[in-house]
């Protein structure tokens, strides 16, 4: 396994690399700059910040540059406000986390309790009603499901805040967040369950009489886990940067409006320590995912 490891961490380096030049150069082939909508600003004044941030400098050599200051760990500054990209990423990373570390959970936890009961009942009325809800909650989109939310639990009932960063409440945006995943997560559950519940060794563990609960969560759950967990990876890296669209309609100052601010004001350094994050988060989920199957099913080996 731990060749294995080294061989993916590996990969893991070279796919951030590539994304990080795909996404530095598609940034500067997009006609304009940073400093194009600053009307206030002389010809004068535009150089010398040209100049002070490197951008008057080929775009080839801008890249060398950014990477040597990547490997140091420093991301830059905001090209908009002045401020340390390292102390905006971290800033935006804990709210981003805290709200989808919890979406996470609850789609996890009830996407999965809900698809092993819906196997369990097949063709039966909860069955029915569980495909239901979970064919609606994957059909309705993040941001039609985020508006209706704020809109009437928020500004009609008034049962829950605006968005505060002194008083947040995190009911909304987590329902919003979570449903999707949720809802895919169960029934993805359900199929795997139903396929597991109808192997040979699930039939031969009933026929020599071993419990029913013992027979679907040892036997049936465990095997029916290995296709959720390689949805879950990507998932949960999605889910903790925080949806853009989320984020934005509830106002909340996580990673993903400060990717959407990035790219609304040009702020290439911005741009590139968001992009990179999600880059790392993702590649890590993936390889998380890919040792936990060993964990599941001990038959799993890696090659």
Known sequence: MAKYVVKRVLLAFVTV?????????????????????????????????????NLDKPVGTQFVLYLQNLIHGDFGVSLKTGREISTIISDAASISARLGGMAAVIAIICGIVLGSFAALMRNKLPDRL????????????????????????????????????????????????????????????????????SQDYVRTARAKGVPQWKVIFKHGLRNALIP????????????????????????????GTQMVDGITNRDYPLIMATTIFLAILMVAMNLISDLIYKLVDPRITFK
Do not use: H
């Open 17 to 53: 690399f590539i994304i990080c030049a795909i996404t530095f150069f598609a940034m500067n082939a997009i006609p304009g700059g940073p400093f194009n909508t600053e009307k206030a600003l002389s010809p004068d004044v535009k150089a010398v910040l040209m100049e002070r941030y």
């Open 130 to 197: 569980i495909i239901f809800f979970s064919t609606l909650g994957a059909a309705v989109p993040s941001f039609v499901l985020a508006t209706l939310l704020l809109l009437v639990f928020c500004i009609q009932l008034k049962w829950f805040p605006v968005w505060s960063s002194r008083d947040p409440s995190y009911v909304l945006p987590v329902i919003a967040l979570s449903l999707y995943p949720m809802a895919y997560i169960t029934r993805l559950t359900k199929t795997s369950m139903l396929d597991a519940l």
């Open 228 to 255: 959720v967990i390689t949805y879950v990876g990507p998932m949960v890296a999605y889910i903790l940067t925080g949806s853009l669209v989320v984020e934005n309609i509830f106002t909340i100052g996580g990673l």
